[in-house]
């Protein structure tokens, strides 16, 4: 709960905000979920825009930045940008940056000269029309379009909800990073090295940049390979491969003479120590 305090001059306001040790705790917090909040906001709004127009995200924070310093000024609370006006925005027909103006200002005369009438709503109806909303946004249409598209989207996509439902928007946040990271290292660990038989030809493909990451992957194929074949290693489509892998290939380089095994490497001429192979 953010405590609100009221000072009679701007000096104690500073004072009360810059240097009062729950301010010190509090602001990092509210900017890291504000800006998280406005970031999301912003991906969801342009999925919904009818013209599929990308939202300038350095623009969006830098505005919402001298917003919340002027509202604090002002005695105001942070602000930031929230998927449910911006798709009730969307839906009555806004296209320009007019439409977003004129909804600022539709709320501020709302809120200076309609109050009276607006605590009149029920908080029901006003639940009723977030729920309606919400759904419209994360219908079961899109759990289906994510279930299709795999476990390394779906899971990421649901683990994340759950989170955010049990915890709050910043952990829940922090926990679908942290599993979205483990599925894209997880990819890259098997994208990068591919191997491909034919017959006792063997194809051993770097396709990206190589890191220590991949040097389990890379013993797992070697361990593949017959006696009495040929291997062709190919780092023509990577830029860096990392110290480790280079040692499993010269390792394997050593003792492939003795389970008559014949080399080729393609493109490792300048890979570090492996300008003595490269030539063969």
């Known amino acids: 709960m953010i405590e609100v305090i009221n000072h009679t001059s701007i000096g104690g306001q500073f004072k009360s905000v810059f240097f009062c040790s729950k301010g010190v705790k509090i602001q990092p917090l509210v900017t890291i979920i ?65 439409s977003c103006f004129l909804h600022g200002m539709w709320l501020l005369l709302s809120v200076m000269f309609l109050a009276i ?15 309606h909303t919400g759904y419209k946004l994360a219908n079961p249409s899109v759990f289906k379009r994510f279930y299709k598209k795999g476990m390394s989207q779906f899971l990421p996509f649901a683990i994340t909800i759950v989170a955010i439902l049990v915890t709050d928007l910043l952990k829940g946040m922090v926990i ?64 860096f491969v990392d110290y480790d892998i280079l040692e499993v290939i010269e390792e394997f ?8 095994i014949t080399v080729e490497l393609v493109n490792f001429y300048g890979k570090k120590k492996f300008e003595r192979y490269a030539r063969i």
């Open 34 to 98: 504000a800006s998280l909040e406005t970031l999301l906001s912003l991906e969801a709004t342009d999925k919904l825009d009818p013209l599929k127009r990308i939202s300038p995200t350095n623009r969006e924070l830098k505005a919402q930045g001298v917003g919340n310093i002027v509202s604090g000024l002002l005695g105001g609370l942070p602000m930031t940008a929230v998927i449910v006006r911006s798709a009730a925005n969307i839906n009555s027909g806004g296209r320009t940056y007019v």
């Open 117 to 131: 009438f607006l605590n009149m709503i029920p908080l029901a109806c006003l639940s009723a029309i977030l729920l």
């Open 253 to 260: 380089l050593e003792s492939a003479a003795e389970d008559n």
């Open 176 to 239: 679908g990073v942290v599993i979205g990271l483990f599925f894209v290292i997880k990819a890259n660990y098997q994208a990068a090295i591919t191997l491909s038989k034919d017959n006792l030809n063997y194809l051993l493909s770097f396709n990206k940049d190589v890191s220590f990451l991949n040097k389990a992957l890379l013993r797992k194929f070697i361990l593949q390979i017959p006696e009495n074949s040929t291997v062709i290693i190919d780092a023509s489509k990577t830029d």
